[in-house]
């Protein structure tokens, strides 16, 4: 194994010991990527590593604009954006787009900037998942940071019935795990109540199943179906 996929290795792992002794050896690790083009912030990022993610954003000469909306670093997501407006609508290289990333990372200021910068909130993620911002927001597991982003998506002008992969729709989700004022809000922006998952499941089936019972009330009073 190279070294650098040795440390690859180690900022997935999150073994900052093995970080910090490769780094000694050669401090331009700090900016490797991937074979696919991914950066190894955004890896730790990715697999849940914010000791190793906060050790390379300290040790990087600077920051992407990915990396940037990741870590909901405004300061320099004004500057890449100052110097190139398109870093807005930019697309990651395994495919997503930078607005759904910083969605997905909880970043609701960053998330504010793009969107006021021109990025598109209904664009979707060029790989098999198909997300677009929205879905990422509803994964949010933080009811608070989930809402506010959704909120703020839908200002922007976000679609609520574009699904991603297997069908599911941000209504899907959020009845299954969000909270009710989002349900609500979705519903309020048009979501479709009755639509169905590549299960067959609606978002009233979801909620049910996961004993989301204001969910399910609400979702029966719009006439969703089971």
Request: proline share 4%.
């Amino acid at each position: 194994m190279t070294t650098h996929d040795q440390f690859l290795a180690a900022v997935k792992a999150g073994d900052t010991a093995a970080m910090e002794r490769l780094l000694a050896g050669n401090p331009t690790l700090a900016d490797a990527r991937d074979d696919h083009g991914i950066s190894a912030l955004l890896l730790a990022a990715y697999h849940g590593q914010p000791a190793t993610r906060d050790l390379l954003a300290g040790r990087k000469t600077s920051l992407d604009v990915f990396e940037a909306a990741a870590l909901g670093d405004c300061g320099r997501l004004t500057a890449l954006i100052g110097a190139d407006p398109i870093a807005a609508h930019a697309i990651s290289p395994d495919g997503f787009p930078v607005v759904a990333l910083a969605a997905f990372f909880g970043q609701v200021e960053a998330l504010g900037l793009l969107l006021a910068a021109g990025a598109d909130p209904t664009v979707g993620a060029t790989n098999e998942l198909r997300v677009t911002a929205l879905h990422a927001a509803v994964a949010q597991r933080d009811p608070v940071v989930s809402f506010a982003l959704v909120r703020l998506l839908l200002t922007h002008g976000a679609r609520v019935n574009v699904a991603q992969r297997g069908g599911w729709m941000p209504l899907h989700a959020t009845a299954a795990h969000g909270p009710a004022e989002q349900v609500r809000l979705l519903l309020a922006h048009g979501a479709d109540a009755n639509a169905t998952n590549d299960d067959g499941k609606t978002a009233l089936d979801l909620a049910e199943a996961a004993g989301r019972v204001e969910n399910a009330a609400i979702l029966r009073a719009a006439g969703c179906a089971g």
